[in-house]
């Protein structure tokens, strides 16, 4: 059984490519709902958040967990790993090398919360990957907190994000990373400013092909989802046809429950 979580519906975009590339595989979702968006936090109510569900995901039965959050994986990654060290943690950061390999202009946009913004991770990230390739950075600051509203395709949150993203295109950026995993069920916002322009780069589907590698033989497991959330379950549920998830609900093991994680 693999574990994911996310401060709260983002993970969804990673859980989905997991099912997908794992469709026997038992796969539990946290949504940390009590506490989203985690972007505006401070490191350290990252860290005890990330090590309370993780510990409850291992307790549960978890063999594998998914921090499918680029903001937690930034601030908390390296701690759940030295707290369950026999339990494989697989990370999310944003595509910055994908994004540089693909760029033909030297310049990328990196669109992520305001705290993956400021951390030291990404810096090192894009030490390590774009050398030579200029990174725009651009912190979104609401972007998670519209998702969780599934309130997606608003005229003046359109006209905001493209105001946001216009002088990184201007400037000839030609790869837009979505740093956040809320931010991959913001495409159908994103992709008509990019399009021509830029192209989106989004990491699901290499940290479900990372799965793949590190999962054990799903035998006796049955491809059953679990959903559980920190608050307001039924919200998360209710979410799968709005952000285009319809065919995960035959998976579904019951209703999504509430637990005090
Ligand atoms: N989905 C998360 C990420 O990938 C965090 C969004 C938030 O809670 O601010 O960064």
Redesign the pocket.
């Known amino acids: 059984m693999i574990g994911v979580f ?3 519906l ?2 969804l975009s990673v859980l989905a490519a997991i099912a997908r590339s794992l469709p026997l595989t038992d796969l539990v979702y946290f949504a940390d709902t009590a506490h ?5 936090r401070d490191d350290t109510f990252i860290r005890q958040r990330v090590l309370r569900i993780g510990h409850h995901l291992a307790d549960s039965g978890c063999r594998q967990i998914v921090v ?5 994986t930034a601030a908390a990654v390296a701690v759940l790993r030295e707290s369950l060290p026999e339990i494989p943690v697989v990370g ?1 950061e944003p595509g910055v090398k994908p994004a540089v390999a693909a760029s033909k202009s030297g310049r990328i946009a990196v669109l ?2 305001p ?2 913004a400021r951390s030291e991770r990404l810096a090192r990230l894009i030490r390590q990957h774009a050398k030579n390739t200029h990174v725009d950075v651009l912190p979104c600051p609401g972007w ?1 907190t519209r998702v969780e509203t599934l309130n997606l395709s608003d005229a003046d949150f359109a006209a905001a994000a493209r105001r946001h993203l216009e002088p990184a295109l201007e400037a000839g950026a030609d790869q837009i990373v979505l ?4 931010y991959s069920f913001l495409s159908p916002v994103l992709e008509p400013i990019a399009t021509g322009r830029a192209a989106l780069v989004d990491v699901a589907n290499a940290v479900a092909r990372q799965c793949v590698r590190l999962a054990h033989s799903s035998q006796g497991a049955s491809g059953r989802l679990t959903l559980l959330a920190s608050a307001h379950p039924e919200r998360l549920q209710a979410s799968f046809p709005v952000l285009g998830l319809s065919h995960l609900a035959p998976r579904l093991a019951g209703p999504a429950r509430l637990v005090t994680a």
């Open positions: 996310d401060s709260g983002g993970g989203v968006p985690y972007g505006d499918a959050c680029n903001t937690a999310i992520t919360t705290s993956t998670a740093g956040c995993t809320h």
